[in-house]
């Protein structure tokens, strides 16, 4: 008991030696420690907010950012100017699909002339430029003369460039007239607006990216699936043997997985190829004619093959140490009460290694799905995952919106296959290591 | 420990002043880098005594708009794509750079006409004239050799995979050349939905014998491993592995896809007066010329021809290695960069989803 109690006729609540409630002081020395903990793991905190959570929220705030046609920003100081002021005021006046009439055009007119003054009319083209060709150089052109344009706007504009009339090039403003917009998103499914602003899917020839991520959905399961079939008698290998041998072994498993990424691709590109070491050894032994050397590389076999060898440490490990302390007498407690090898294995050895494969599987599926430069290099053209067009949007067309909406939609793919794992298998099975 | 912490805060403090005659140059690597090196950092470095830094990026424009847009800019100069500068100016992230600051040319001309027609833009002064075209190993091939665009197509004629690069922009173009389209039609037909129809017909008789690369190294390589017979290339890392290398690589001038490339100053530059002295310096005549020394790209200055020698061994004529020299004219295309701002995301859509299918 505290000081407290040993004080003669205690009637009121417990104090504690100096005078305060005992209550108060427990939570307060509670809360210290608390607070002590938490200045502990604060730095680890900080650094997960930064370098994960704000990318991630940034990444988010990119991919509906819908900036091009509605404000920019000035440079030199940071103000931020709202562009298209009047137009956007008319699409907010008028439902999807109005004919543009006069004040429509006027409306163009004087938000051109705007733009150009504070020189920001390539910026507006290039984003109406997304969704209809040749825009940018109609905005560019048109904003140039659009000072000089005098009443009734209309055929003013029309006699500067007679695409304006395009319903798909109104439609394309309308859609850019807000700060925000799925778009992207739509664009990542390969659906597009028509111009009354109904959802439709774009032209089949323009389509690939549900293709893409199917494939990169399909090939990462195959490569998994194929990493556990290899992984997997390696692992028992290594958990079985005595230690000095299995240190051995373990050390060819780590060995590749040292070795840089891009040495690992490199030399399945010098193995592979068409007058590679593999289609050399071949013909030299006559398995295949000169003539028919075998096109195993730029192409999904390479692909398949570079990132299974490159991503089995990350099977191996984890079945490996859910593997060693698996106590070798219940397998053979089932033999000897009379279970085939079979079925020793099945019910004995397998079910308990499920948490190793869970958390295997689990590590090179979400590895291979956003795996970008082994497919790059390997893949050809039908090689390619989603990851690859996400590049291509980040680093050669520059519209990063678009690459942040398919980089969001392979982030969910991920969440919504980690929620489903917890639902079937539980993550509390999971073992990493 | 406070004191040292002031102390070195301090010399750190110090440091950064002294450096401040500085500037960083950022540019693609390689050969190409290596030539801008010995043409412009040396001889600026030694004029002014501002050191230069250079910087390697797979395409800069990319880390310029980064790091622009996040308004924390390292790059004083970079070194970007025409259609890129076209693209970055437009959307505020350069400077914008008066012409009338850029001598004449040696012999006097004025800037505006010493440069090709529209080598300088609001952003970017333009350095050289690199183009694409196609190489083959001479080894592969006995009797006939390829000779033309049509011949790259030609699977009958010359078997044998092919090297392209992964992108719509120069291989719709060659496309189309192959096809029998004059180059100064090209862009106009591909402008019509009939016309890259027609284009992607053509790479579709070619696409199961396509070997596909996407970074300038590539190629060479590709050709030196034996698996590909020809391929498409930049011009300057052909040269490379040809006339530095030795290699039995032979380059195929016709239906050559030019571009152009240049120095720009990312919005916000640390030191933009020395970026600019330095933009300066190396678009003259003279400095031009010494650049063309180390690698095949032609400089953007007329008046630079007569100054560009002997290659780097002393014994290579550079003058028909470049993609401007007259012989190497005919049949060759200049890329229309409006065109390609104005179409790139619809084509390379189109080009994606076809390579993908």
């Known amino acids: 008991m505290s000081d407290a109690s040993t004080a003669p006729d205690q009637t009121g609540p417990l104090t504690t030696a100096d005078g305060k409630p005992l209550k108060a002081a427990l939570a307060a020395a509670q809360a210290h420690r608390t607070r002590r903990a938490f200045y502990l793991v604060a730095p680890l905190l900080l650094f997960v907010v930064i370098t994960f959570l704000a990318p991630i929220g940034q990444m988010l705030t990119m991919s509906v950012n819908n900036s091009g046609f509605y404000s920019w920003q000035n440079r030199d100081n940071g103000e931020t100017i709202p562009l298209m002021v009047e137009l956007r005021d008319w699409f907010d006046a008028t439902p999807a699909g109005t004919e543009p009439d006069e004040a429509a055009y006027a409306a163009l007119v004087a938000g051109l002339s705007h733009a150009k003054e504070i020189k920001a009319a390539g910026q507006i083209g290039t984003r109406i430029n997304y969704d209809v060709s040749r825009s940018r150089s109609l905005f560019t052109k048109t904003a140039r003369k659009a000072p000089k344009l005098e009443p009734p706007y209309k055929d003013a504009v029309l006699d500067v460039d007679e695409d304006w009339g395009n319903p798909r090039l109104w439609g394309a403003m309308r859609n850019a007239s807000k700060a925000f917009t799925i778009d992207f998103y739509l664009s990542a499914l390969d659906r597009t607006r028509d111009d009354a602003g109904n959802i439709v899917k774009i032209d089949e020839e323009r389509a690939v990216y549900l293709l893409l991520f199917k494939r990169t959905l399909i090939m990462s399961a195959l490569i998994t699936f194929l990493t556990l079939l290899l992984g997997f008698p390696i692992a028992h290998l290594l958990a079985i043997l005595p230690l000095r041998h299995s240190n051995l072994l373990m050390i060819f498993v780590l060995l590749p997985f040292w070795t840089s990424l891009l040495v690992r691709t490199t030399s399945w590109i010098v193995l592979l190829q068409s007058q590679g070491v593999v289609n050399d050894l071949w013909v030299s032994l006559g398995i295949i004619s000169d003539e028919g050397r075998l096109q195993m590389i730029y192409n999904q076999t390479g692909t398949i093959i570079a990132m299974t060898h490159i991503l089995l440490p990350f099977m191996v490990l984890p079945l490996y140490s859910v593997m060693r302390p698996i106590d070798p007498s219940y397998v053979r407690a089932a033999r000897s009460l009379g279970a085939t090898s079979w079925t020793a294995f099945r019910r004995i050895y397998m079910p308990q290694t499920i948490p190793g494969i869970g958390a295997g599987g689990l590590l090179v599926f979400i590895l291979s799905v956003g795996y970008y430069i082994t497919p790059a290099l390997v893949g050809g053209s039908t090689g390619q995952l989603i990851s690859n067009l996400i590049a291509f949007h980040m680093q050669n067309s520059l519209n990063w919106s678009l690459a942040a909406a398919l980089a969001s939609l392979l982030l969910f793919c991920v969440l919504l296959l980690y929620w489903l794992y917890d639902r079937l298998i539980g993550i509390d099975n999971l073992k990493l290591g | ?357």
């Open chain 2, 1 to 357: 420990m406070k004191k040292t912490l002031i102390l070195t805060t301090a010399l750190t403090g110090f440091a950064f002043a002294a450096g401040a005659e500085e500037i960083t140059v950022m540019s693609w690597g390689g050969a190409y880098a290596k030539s801008q090196i010995e043409g412009y950092h040396k001889p600026f470095t030694e004029k002014t005594g501002v050191k230069v830094i250079s910087v390697d990026a797979d395409n800069p424009a990319t880390p310029i708009k980064a790091q622009v847009e996040a308004g924390n800019v390292t790059i004083d100069v970079v070194d970007v794509e025409y259609p890129d500068a076209v693209r970055l100016c437009d959307e505020g992230l350069l400077e914008e750079i008066d012409p009338s600051i850029l001598p004449p040319g040696a012999d006097g001309t004025p800037a505006a006409e010493d440069f090709l027609d529209g080598a300088i833009s609001d952003c970017l002064v333009t350095t050289i004239v690199f183009s694409t075209l196609y190489g083959y190993d001479s080894t592969k091939f006995e009797g006939d050799a390829p000779s033309t665009i049509a011949d790259l197509f030609d699977l009958e004629k010359f078997p044998g995979k092919r090297g392209m690069r992964k992108a719509p922009k120069t291989t719709l173009e060659m496309a189309l050349m192959a096809d029998g389209v004059a180059p100064a039609d090209v862009y106009e037909l591909l402008e019509t939905d009939e016309g890259v129809d027609r284009a992607f017909a053509k790479l579709d008789t070619i696409k199961d014998d396509v070997v596909w690369w996407e970074a300038g190294a590539q190629p060479p390589q590709l050709l030196a491993d034996g698996e590909v017979v020809m391929t498409t290339a930049y011009n300057g890392r052909l040269f490379n592995a040809a006339i530095g290398e030795g290699q039995p690589f032979v380059m195929v001038y016709d239906g050559q896809v030019m571009d152009y490339d240049g120095y720009a100053i990312p919005k916000g530059a640390p030191n933009k007066e020395r970026a600019l002295e330095f933009l300066v310096f190396a678009t003259e005549t003279e400095q031009l010329a010494e650049q063309a020394k180390w690698i095949s790209y032609g400089p953007a200055r007329k008046s630079s021809a007569p100054f560009v020698g002997l290659y780097q061994d002393g014994k290579t004529e550079m003058g028909p290695h470049m993609p401007t020299s007259p012989e190497n004219l005919e049949g060759a295309l200049t890329t229309d960069y409006e065109f390609w701002v104005d179409y790139n995301t619809e084509l390379s859509e189109r080009f994606n989803a076809w390579l993908a299918k």
